[in-house]
């Protein structure tokens, strides 16, 4: 089992650009979650999916979006990049309050 | 207002010593709680968890106390190894629906041979 993946790894952006964060888990998990970490401020939670067919708004939500494409697939999307969203992106997956992560995406945005 | 917080940001032990990793909660609806281990440029992995209906919890090196009157739990690493450097994070949950964590900002520990 390959547990929760994340693409890309890595991605330069400029000002204004978009992209999608896509992620997948293969444990069965009903819920997933988007996280970023940014230095000295831990892990914050952006958007998650309780269940397939459900989003909701974490503590820091402004300038994403979120799709739960089906039950393995959760993406996260920036329309319109800034520099203040450089930062790690995580993705978790979980059953209950255990949450599995993935190995994270490192996003900057000149 | 932080509700979990970890108010060392790093901590240094020696090898074979005891780390201890502190942790305060201001959310009384907060139930359960975890540990999780954080090298650079990997994912954060599970570590440790404890009930609220509990005040101690064991798994080999690392054991989680919970102080539910203060509010306070802690992580004990006896003894501690080289390879435990990394960030610990600390992370609470209402257990509501969604089981959302909230964490707290990390403790970096390093473990000097």
């Known amino acids: 089992n390959a547990g929760v993946t994340q693409t890309p790894k890595f991605q330069v952006l400029k000002t204004g650009q978009s992209m999608t964060l896509q992620c997948a888990q293969d444990?069965?998990?009903?819920?997933m979650y988007w996280y970023r970490q940014d230095p000295g401020m831990g892990l914050r939670l952006i958007y998650y999916s309780a269940s397939e067919g459900t989003t909701d708004k974490g503590e820091v939500p402004n300038g994403y979006n979120v799709s739960r494409l089906n039950k393995r697939e959760f993406s996260l999307r920036l329309e319109s990049a800034a520099p203040s969203q450089t930062s790690v992106y995580f993705c978790?997956?979980?059953?209950?309050?255990?949450?599995?992560f993935g190995p994270g995406t490192r996003l900057t945005v000149l | 207002d932080q509700q979990v917080k970890q108010n060392s940001p790093s901590l240094s032990v020696q090898e074979g010593r005891i780390s201890i990793l502190n942790c305060d909660y201001t959310?009384?609806?907060?139930?359960?709680f975890l540990w999780y281990k954080k090298y650079p440029a990997e994912g954060p992995t599970f570590l440790i968890s404890?009930?609220?209906?509990?005040d101690k919890n064991e798994d080999g090196r690392f054991t989680v106390f919970l102080n539910k009157s203060a509010k306070h739990l802690s992580l004990h690493i006896v003894p501690s190894q080289p390879g435990d450097s990394a960030v610990y994070f600390c992370?609470?949950?209402?257990?509501?629906?969604?089981?959302?964590?909230?964490f707290g900002k990390g403790t970096k520990l390093s473990v000097i041979p």
């Open positions: 959310n009384s609806m907060f139930d359960y």
């Open positions: 992370a609470a949950s209402s257990g509501a629906g969604s089981y959302q964590l909230t």
């Open positions: 404890i009930s609220s209906i509990k």
């Open positions: 978790a997956s979980s059953e209950w309050a255990e949450q599995f």
């Open positions: 444990m069965n998990h009903n819920s």
